[in-house]
C-alpha cells in the first residue's frame, strides 16, 4: 500500500544531499546500474524514479518503465489521463517551464505542501537555489503555478481505515521480519482466513510487510495475507556468487549448503534482533534458508 505520505516521507529523507558538481549522485547509480558523470546524466526525473522504485512502487510511475526524461513522463502519465492544471495535492508530481512559456517541460518535482490556490512547495532533484532544473541538490523549494505545464496524480492507495478479512491464515509479529529459528520476533496472535484485522496506514515497508490492528494487538503481518490492493509483495532476487546458507527445518537450522551463483530466491525478510541480526530469511524452490547477504 503506497500512499502519497509514503512517498513524501521518503522525498524529505533526501533533502540536502547532493551530487559530486557533475551529476555523479546516488540516484543515478541506481538508475544506470553504474556510477556515471557528465552533462548527459540530469538527474530530476531519476529522482522520482527512484523514490517508486525504493517502496517497490515503480509501477505507479510510468507503468515501471525508467524514464528519465521529463517530456516522457508527461506524455506517458498524460495518456493514463493522470495529468491536470490547477488544485495541486501532496503527492502530485509537477512539471515545470520555468520561462512561464508551457512549451517545454525542463524539470520535475514532487509537491509536499499546498500553500494557496497559486503557490505550492515541492521536493526536486538536481535542483538549486539559483539553478533551478540542474542544481545538484535535493532540495524543498517554493513555486507558483504558473511554472507548472501540468500536476501528475499517481495511483497511490487510499490510507486504509477500515477493517480487512485475511485470505489465509496468518500470524501478528513483533517486528516486521521472521524469526522461526531463534524467535527474536515474537509471534503475537495466530489468525483464521477471515478475521479481520485494521490495516496502520503508511506502515506497508515496501518489502512485503505492514503494521496491523487486532483488538488489542498491534504487529506486523506479511501483505500476502491482507486482502487490500496496492500493497507491496516480497522481492525476487538472483545470488550474485556462491553463498553458503543453512537449510531450515522444522523451525531449527540443519544443514549448510551452499546456494549456487544464479540461484533465484524469494526475499521474505532480514533479522533485525536476537543471536541471528543480519540473517536473511529466503525463499529457494520450496525451502527456506538462513543466509547473509551482506
Not at 520561462?99 to 517545454?104: A, R, T, V
Not at 517541460?105 to 509537491?111: A, D, F, K, N, Q
Not at 507558483?144 to 480487512?164: D, G, L, W
Not at 490495516?199 to 487490500?228: C, I, Q, R
Amino acid at each position: 500500500m503506497i500512499t502519497a505520505k509514503k512517498i513524501l516521507k521518503k522525498a524529505k529523507s533526501y533533502i540536502g544531499t547532493k551530487d559530486d558538481g557533475n551529476n555523479k549522485v546516488i540516484f543515478n547509480t541506481e538508475f544506470y546500474g553504474r556510477a556515471v558523470s557528465g552533462d548527459a546524466y540530469p538527474w530530476c526525473v531519476v529522482f522520482i524514479w527512484y523514490l517508486f522504485k525504493s517502496l517497490g512502487a515503480s509501477k505507479l510511475f510510468c507503468k515501471g518503465d525508467k524514464v528519465a526524461s521529463c517530456g516522457v513522463v508527461m506524455s506517458e502519465m498524460s495518456a493514463q489521463k493522470l495529468s491536470y492544471k490547477t488544485k495541486p495535492k501532496k503527492g502530485d508530481l509537477a512539471i515545470y517551464d520555468f520561462s512561464g512559456n508551457h512549451k517545454e517541460h525542463t524539470h520535475i518535482g514532487i509537491v509536499s505542501e499546498v500553500i494557496n490556490s497559486t503557490e505550492f512547495k515541492a521536493i526536486e532533484g538536481n535542483t538549486g537555489s539559483t539553478n533551478f532544473t540542474n542544481g545538484g541538490y535535493v532540495l524543498e523549494q517554493k513555486r507558483n503555478i504558473n511554472q507548472v505545464n501540468c500536476f501528475i496524480r499517481p495511483k497511490y492507495s487510499a490510507e486504509t481505515k477500515q477493517a480487512v478479512a485475511l485470505k489465509e491464515n496468518g500470524a501478528i509479529y513483533k517486528y516486521a521480519y521472521k524469526d522461526v529459528v531463534g524467535k527474536s520476533s515474537k509471534n503475537l496472535k495466530n489468525l483464521k482466513k477471515g478475521s479481520k484485522v485494521k490495516p496502520v496506514a503508511d506502515t506497508d515497508d515496501g518489502y512485503g510487510w505492514s503494521k496491523v490492528k487486532y483488538g488489542k494487538v498491534t504487529g506486523w503481518m506479511m501483505n500476502k495475507h491482507l486482502d487490500v490492493k496496492g500493497l507491496s509483495s516480497f522481492k525476487k532476487y538472483t545470488l550474485k556468487s556462491d553463498t553458503n546458507a543453512f537449510l531450515v527445518e522444522d523451525k531449527k537450522l540443519s544443514d549448510k549448503v551452499k546456494l549456487k551463483k544464479g540461484a533465484k530466491y524469494t526475499f521474505i525478510s532480514e533479522i533485525e534482533k536476537g543471536d541471528y541480526k543480519g540473517y536473511s530469511y529466503i525463499k529457494v524452490n520450496g525451502k527456506h534458508y538462513y543466509i547473509k547477504l551482506y
